[in-house]
């Protein structure tokens, strides 16, 4: 089944409204021509609304990097997915590891905040990945197994095909180490055959991201792999240019 590339840009705790709007208009023209793959930048909070504004028209979509599962209500500081909806964005990243590592994020806090995301039209962006103690200890299949049944509790084969999953091993991310492309299929493949368990058929339709160190020299190779959908990208996605030229040559 042919499945759309998505290159989804996480700038993190980086950028503020007007370096974000800057950064937008310098990628648009850079992607212009790019129909092949879908592009997603994800921005703080304080910066979704000005880089919606800067993106419309174009081919850059906005994601948001959180959100909270209740629509509204008392919880001090967080956003839920209809405020975002409202404010231009049309997908969500849930469980980056660094939420998960700081922030108290569980697998059932992930599954609250995919099932709010689905309830908003949102497209959920599930983060799932080992550290590097849990694959030295052999446990990599194990902890993406949990991560799966706990975050996708509930989901039905008519609403998986429109979940992203982005494959982040822990030790990947922000190190300079990537997975070399064929360790990255093979757990790829392990989610596929995960999911297929888990779904059937519409396993096919998932798309999984890569995610980890990913950089315009080893776009090409990582999504050149059959289960391997597209790429979450951290550092490479904060440079206008870098993060065209990863988009084009993993579509190359
Ligand atoms: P880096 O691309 O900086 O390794 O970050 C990956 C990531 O965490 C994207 O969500």
Redesign the pocket.
């Known amino acids: 089944m042919a499945r759309k590339v998505i290159i989804?840009?996480?700038w993190?705790m980086n950028k503020t409204a007007s370096e974000g709007k800057a950064l937008v208009e310098e990628l648009k023209p850079l992607v212009s021509e790019v129909t092949e793959a879908e592009i997603v930048v994800?921005p703080t909070f304080t910066t979704i609304s000005t880089v919606v504004e800067a993106a419309a028209g174009s081919n850059i979509k906005v994601g948001s990097q959180n959100i909270h599962w209740a629509e509204s209500g008392a919880f001090t500081g967080e956003i839920s997915a209809v405020m975002l909806k409202e404010a231009g964005v049309e997908y969500a990243?849930i469980g980056?590891?660094?939420r998960r590592q700081y922030f108290g994020e569980t697998d059932v806090t992930v599954n609250q905040r995919l099932k709010a995301a689905l309830a908003a039209n949102l497209i959920p962006i599930v983060?799932i990945g080992e550290t590097l103690e849990e694959r030295e200890g052999g446990k990599t299949e194990k902890v993406l197994f949990t991560q799966l049944e706990g975050g996708l509790a509930d989901i039905t084969a008519e609403q998986i095909g429109g979940i992203v999953i982005?494959y982040?091993p822990v030790w990947?991310?922000?190190?300079?180490k990537?997975a070399t492309p064929e360790m990255a299929e093979e757990t790829h493949n392990y989610i596929r055959c995960q999911l297929k368990d888990m779904f059937g058929d519409a396993a096919e339709a998932v798309r999984i991201q890569y995610?980890?160190?990913?950089?315009p020299e080893n776009s090409a190779e990582l999504v050149a792999q059959k289960n391997i959908d597209g790429?979450?990208?951290?550092?490479?996605?904060l440079k206008a240019e870098s993060f065209a030229d990863l988009i084009k040559n993993a579509i190359a």
């Open positions: 989804a840009g996480n993190k994800c990243i980056h590891s660094e983060c982005a982040e990947a991310i922000g190190t300079g990537t995610g980890g160190s990913m950089k790429g979450l990208i951290g550092g490479a996605s």
